[in-house]
């Protein structure tokens, strides 16, 4: 544990301090001792339905002070420990045991001072990481949720998919739920549940298969995502991850029918008025994403200018306002609602799909899809790919061909892949408090970036990411189609600009004329540090001005230069030479910077 942290929860202990969590649902007080050799008391307060955090308090006490293993009955020998819970389950509920196994959780005191034995250092220190733990992941909690699960880590025995958890049912979630997991490092990560397979299992010692419904295994992605490291094997007694806790919950899902707005307002994605109404008080806590659960795609909505303001002129079936998430085509065209049928199927829709059909449609899909060898995707097989870009020109079983590919697509439009589109909720994180320092640097890159567009310039485009080779996995550069690159303004190994959601990533672009107009391939290093779950995920790309600026930057210094030793020349005072090069070097810039400017403007 850093000095840092543990000063911070020392002084906590030493002052006091109140945590409520949710709208009052925990209450988590720490009553303060000013030299800590006196009692330190905890004292919680629960609602009935958030159980969760009870398990969430035993999982991280027994992760730090028993190496992430239950030791029922066992208690260090210093340590007196002790909680008050309220009203914390009814008279009969199954989870009426919660009360009695806190009494072993949190410290009444925690030794401080010289002269502690090992067991007592390691007692104390125990103690503050767990309360660490427990402070933030509720805080990263969305207590809105409708469901909570507090579970602890195991490595999954398998890693693809990347954004897969799994955990034993039955549970109060589903197979396949699509669900947000969070821990005392990050707060929000989208993954798929699963059944654990036989390769997990396996590795779990003989205490965890006794309370195997307590573990969730998660793939090293995620781990590496949710706590900053590596799961270690044989290595779990020495600062491991093996039983650290973290929460997994479900939002209720939000799916709404799709619609087409005007011609004038085709540049974004819209909310129907009645939606983005709905969502008001809402957005305050959470960024939206548009989601096809069936391609695995994922698009980032600005909430505040998605507002349609059609006041109620978008109407359902019964001719009252509706609901509606407006799409324009291109849009539609990078989350796949324009592909019939899909080109990509994530693998777990496709099985659901298979099941839901009569043998006649699930025939005409197997006839036109296959699993992508390594991958979590089922994908149209070559010859039905080359048959929907050839259309119109004539080729052997060209009629086959068609009408296997127009049974496949009235099967998937039959099933609603076409008709609706997801609504995922992402809480915003929490922006901490910024120094002056801090306060001065963000202003500073506002001010430098206003600057590099008024002289520069940029055109921002919505594109489809998909792999690149693994050359460009290693060198880690991008790859876009000649046209992208013009309309982008860049040409090869210039820089570019991707954005998914707040994360981004600057990398050297080339060409791969294979790719179409709006697909972009990006390397998996840059995915991962994206933050990109899928393949299919759909970001904003523009070209680095500042890399642009750079590279003009000989002829800015001897044109700035030349008007430096011009302006002392003629004028006399200091003073009004500077002001005069003040006036003047912007110009000059500007005027230098047309030939880039002209490209994107």
Partial sequence: ??????????????????????????????????????????????????????????????????????????????????????????????????ASLLQVLLPEYILHGKGLSPLQVAFRDGVLKALLHIVRTLQHADWNAADIQAFRLWQAGTHKPQDRAEIYFPSRFEENDLLTICSS?????????????????????????????????????????????????????EAGLRGIPFLLYRNEPDRYLLGIPKADQIDRVFFSSKLFSEKKEEAKAYDYVVYNRYTDSRLYVDYAKADYKDYGRVKDNQGHPASKLLIPRYQRKLLGYLDEPLTMIRAEEYVRILEKVSPEEKQALETC?????????????????????????????????????????????????????????????????????????????????????????????????????????????????????????????????IKFGKRVQILRVLTNNE??????????????????????????????????????????????????????????????????????????????LNEERVKVK
């Fill in 1 to 98: 544990m850093d000095h840092q942290r543990k000063q911070k929860i020392t002084n906590i202990l030493k002052k006091g301090r109140r945590f409520t969590f949710g709208q009052g649902d925990l209450v988590l007080e720490v009553a303060g001792c000013a030299d800590l050799q006196e009692q330190v008391r905890i004292h919680a307060q629960v609602n009935p339905r958030h159980t969760f955090a009870v398990d969430l308090v035993q999982y991280a006490m027994e992760y730090e002070l028993t190496g992430g293993r239950s030791q029922s009955g066992k208690e260090p020998e210093e340590a007196m420990v002790f909680v008050d819970v309220q009203d914390l389950c009814e008279s009969g509920n199954t989870s009426s045991n919660k």
């Fill in 185 to 237: 490092r990050v707060m929000a990560e989208k993954v798929r549940l699963g059944k654990p397979g036989a390769k997990s299992e396996k590795n779990l010692d003989e205490e965890a298969l006794s309370h195997k419904e307590q573990y969730a295994f998660l793939t090293n992605r995620l781990i590496e995502i949710l706590f900053g490291r590596e799961w270690i094997t044989g290595r779990e007694e």
């Fill in 369 to 497: 899809y296959e699993k992508i060898s390594g991958e979590t995707y089922y994908s149209l097989k070559n010859i039905y790919k080359k048959q929907m870009a050839l259309s119109g020109e004539d080729i052997p079983e060209r009629k086959s061909l068609e009408n296997d590919l127009e049974r496949a697509a009235q099967v998937l439009k039959d099933q609603g892949v076409y008709s609706y589109g997801e609504l995922l909720k992402i809480p915003k994180e929490k922006s901490g408090k910024r120094g002056f320092a801090g306060t001065l640097k963000r202003w500073t890159k506002k001010l430098a970036f206003f600057l590099l567009d008024r002289t520069i310039g940029k055109a921002e485009y919505l594109l489809k990411c998909e792999w690149t080779s693994e050359t460009d996995d290693r060198n880690n550069v991008a790859r876009l189609s000649s046209n992208m690159m013009s309309l982008l303004g860049v040409s090869e190994n210039d820089k570019i600009r």
């Fill in 515 to 592: 790719l179409g107009d709006y697909q972009i391939g990006i390397p998996a290093t840059a995915r991962k540090k994206l933050g990109m779950n899928s393949v299919n995920d759909i970001v904003v790309v523009h070209r680095d001005m500042v890399h642009t600026f750079l590279r003009h930057s000989e002829e800015q210094t001897i044109a700035i230069l030349g008007t430096v030793l011009a302006v002392f020349q003629v004028v006399d005072s200091v003073l009004a030479g500077i002001i005069a090069c003040l006036i003047f070097i912007p110009l000059i810039m500007y005027f230098v």
